[in-house]
T-cell receptor, first 113, second 111 residues
Framework: DAGVTQSPTHLIKTRGQHVTLRCSPISGHKSVSWYQQVLGQGPQFIFQYYEKEERGRGNFPDRFSARQFPNYSSELNVNALLLGDSALYLC????????????FGPGTRLTVT | QQQVKQSPQSLIVQKGGIPIINCAYENTAFDYFPWYQQFPGKGPALLIAIRPDVSEKKEGRFTISFNKSAKQFSLHIMDSQPGDSATYFCAASMWGQNFVFGPGTRLSVLP
């Protein structure tokens, strides 16, 4: 069985631009969460989606948004990129909304110049 | 209250040693405490997890000790190997949501 997949692997953007990151959860998993991991720090929770609805949101500005599709894949969108948005963006999937075991993808490395 | 503190920041042990990583939390509503292992360029991988009604859990060479009254938990790696060299993160969550991660411990196991 394939694990969590994310695309693209790496991305370089300019300040002010917009970016879309994609995630496909493990087959059968219905919940997807997004995290931002700045170099040298632990992952920070951005969003959780379950059944296409936002079920949790971390302390991130409105420039960050996400959605989940009927096949449970998800997109994370970031508008008006800032230098500080440079990070590894991780997607994690879990079987259900309250299911505690979550599995991470390899991440998308975003560099904002 | 949502913070999880982790120490030490880095750790060096000899092969066969038992590195211990400690974490502390404030929010007593947390009900799930996992540990993740992350290699450079990879996403975190779930190692082992514990719930607050259990004081210890072992899976292979990895053991979690949990002290509910002190709001602390720790990871012990028995018979550590050079392949265990990685960054380890503790985390906490409520009802499987809104995970909070510690800042990480970089472990080096010398051959």
């Amino acid at each position: 069985d394939a694990g969590v997949t994310q695309s693209p692997t790496h991305l370089i953007k300019t300040r002010g631009q917009h970016v879309t990151l994609r995630c496909s959860p493990i087959s059968g998993h219905k919940s997807v969460s997004w995290y931002q991991q700045v170099l040298g720090q632990g992952p920070q929770f951005i969003f959780q989606y379950y059944e296409k609805e936002e079920r949790g949101r971390g302390n991130f500005p409105d420039r960050f948004s996400a959605r989940q599709f009927p096949n449970y894949s998800s997109e994370l969108n970031v508008n008006a990129l800032l230098l500080g948005d440079s990070a590894l963006y991780l997607c994690a999937s879990s079987l259900d909304r309250g299911f505690r075991e979550q599995y991470f993808g390899p991440g998308t490395r975003l560099t904002v110049t | 209250q949502q913070q999880v503190k982790q120490s030490p920041q880095s750790l060096i042990v000899q092969k066969g040693g038992i590195p211990i990583i400690n974490c502390a939390y404030e929010n007593t509503a947390f009900d799930y405490f996992p540990w993740y292992q992350q290699f450079p360029g990879k996403g975190p991988a779930l190692l082992i997890a514990i719930r607050p009604d259990v004081s210890e859990k072992k899976e292979g060479r990895f053991t979690i000790s949990f002290n509910k009254s002190a709001k602390q938990f720790s990871l012990h790696i028995m018979d550590s190997q050079p392949g265990d060299s990685a960054t380890y993160f503790c985390a906490a969550s409520m009802w499987g949501q809104n995970f909070v991660f510690g800042p990480g411990t970089r472990l080096s196991v010398l051959p």
